[in-house]
């Protein structure tokens, strides 16, 4: 049996939409009033559903025929003769329209089928449309078109999509309908939300017994590293009254030891400058009373593995706290790259530069929930000491979703 749903505005309709397709022959199984179109279940239209069906055996009726046409040879009996004038003669034209009156059918219900699978066809191409219109429509396909808005916004400040949507998944979990019309409780939560994935700042204490005392700031070229050591330096020194000391192993840039060297003489401590292993070891040894010894680094790039693991002989001692520096302003493909690169050297802290210099900052929160890293500094300025701050998740939220 062949079935077809059919939907019109009333049963005569349905009924000849079936005729049309089944013939005299058609049943009806079944048939119900739905309310179609509207919004949200109002304002629809009643319309007759009406499930129909025939019982045709196309394929059995085509063989039987062509069983006939096959089998059919003309017998010399019906073969005009001058000598047997009595015999019956043979209707070539009848013989035709008996044969076109038996295929006809088939002709026929071949064409319906046809007509039957376009329509189909039809409706399915209209329903992929209507899928594609609602998937335009919204942020996600996994999360409402209420919330584009906040998906938007979300975007906009850096934050990449995975996060984007774990948060609004949570708010459709934790919110009614109406509630989403509250849209300054959704921005509560959200950055409420963001401050809690943002976790606490892990900051250098230098009153903690078994605190480490060699700091060392590693990085790529161009992030700010030699300004970010000056500004640590200065606030343990100025501010916490630490006794510091500068060591430097930059010796490819001779501008950024002169400019080290300015910041100690202005801050009043101590400078090294060390060019292999044993001056290394020596100028530690030389400031092993000091509260905190800072390391400057020369930039590396991300891409050169042989010069990250020349480094990494300088930094392979225990005692040395390794802290990723990295830039807002990078993009977050190149920050990624960093810390796979890096990874070899520092263990999970970083710190933010030019934070100032961009208003896109969701990228922090990439790093330490999608890359599992601890936030311990960020810079917002180049004043030394002042534009060097804790990286408080509380300060970071506000700073993400600043304007």
């Given at each position: 049996m062949r079935i077809k749903k059919y939907e019109a505005k009333s049963m005569n309709d349905a009924v000849r939409m079936i005729k049309r397709d089944f013939g005299p022959e058609a049943i009806i199984l079944h048939s119900r009033t739905i309310s179609k179109g509207g919004i949200f279940g109002l304002f629809g239209q009643d319309i007759v559903e009406v499930m129909a069906g025939v019982d045709v055996n196309i394929v059995e009726k085509k063989q039987d025929v062509e069983q006939r046409q096959n089998s059919f040879v003309p017998s010399s009996s019906f073969i005009p003769s001058q000598n047997n004038s009595n015999k019956p003669v043979f209707n070539l034209k009848e013989n035709i329209k008996q044969i076109t009156q038996e295929i006809t059918p088939i002709t026929s219900s071949l064409e319906q089928k046809v007509t039957t699978l376009t329509r189909e066809m039809d409706d399915i191409k209209e329903t992929l449309n209507i899928i594609v219109r609602k998937v335009a429509n919204s942020p996600h396909p996994m999360i409402s078109p209420k919330l584009l808005v906040y998906y938007k916004n979300l975007e906009a400040k850096g934050i990449s999509e995975e996060l984007i949507v774990s948060i609004l998944q949570n708010i459709e979990n934790d919110f009614e309908d109406k509630e989403l019309e509250d849209k300054a409780r959704v921005n509560d939560y959200i950055r409420d939300k963001v401050t809690q994935m943002l976790g606490m700042a892990h900051q250098i204490d230098l009153d903690v017994p078994d605190a480490k005392r060699i700091i060392a700031l590693v990085g790529p070229t161009g992030v700010g590293k030699t300004t970010t050591i000056a500004k640590m330096a200065a606030n343990f020194s100025l501010i916490q009254k630490k006794k510091v000391a500068l060591i430097t192993i930059d010796t490819f840039r001779v501008a950024a030891i002169e400019q080290l060297r300015n910041y100690s003489n202005i801050i009043g401590i101590p400078m090294e400058v060390v060019f292999n292993m044993e001056d290394f070891t020596q100028a530690l040894r030389k400031?092993?009373?000091?509260?905190?010894?800072?390391?400057?680094?020369?930039?590396?790039?991300?891409?050169?593995?042989?010069?990250?693991?020349?480094?990494?002989?300088?930094?392979?001692?225990?005692?040395?706290?390794?802290?990723?520096?990295?830039?807002?302003?990078?993009?977050?493909?190149?920050?990624?790259?960093?810390?796979?690169?890096?990874?070899?050297?520092?263990?999970?802290?970083?710190?933010?530069?030019?934070?100032?210099?961009?208003?896109?900052?969701?990228?922090?929160?990439?790093?330490?929930?999608?890359?599992?890293?601890?936030?311990?500094?960020?810079?917002?300025?180049?004043?030394?000491?002042?534009?060097?701050?804790?990286?408080?998740?509380?300060?970071?939220?506000?700073?993400?979703?600043?304007?």
């Open positions: 400031h092993k009373d000091m509260d905190l010894i800072l390391i400057d680094t020369a930039g590396r790039s991300p891409n050169n593995r042989s010069q990250i693991l020349e480094l990494k002989k300088f930094l392979r001692n225990s005692f040395v706290d390794t802290y990723l520096v990295l830039s807002v302003t990078a993009k977050s493909k190149d920050i990624y790259n960093t810390i796979q690169r890096y990874s070899a050297i520092f263990d999970d802290k970083v710190i933010f530069t030019k934070v100032d210099e961009t208003d896109s900052r969701g990228v922090i929160l990439d790093v330490v929930h999608k890359y599992h890293k601890k936030l311990s500094y960020f810079t917002n300025g180049q004043n030394v000491p002042d534009d060097f701050e804790v990286a408080n998740s509380g300060k970071i939220a506000d700073l993400i979703f600043e304007g």
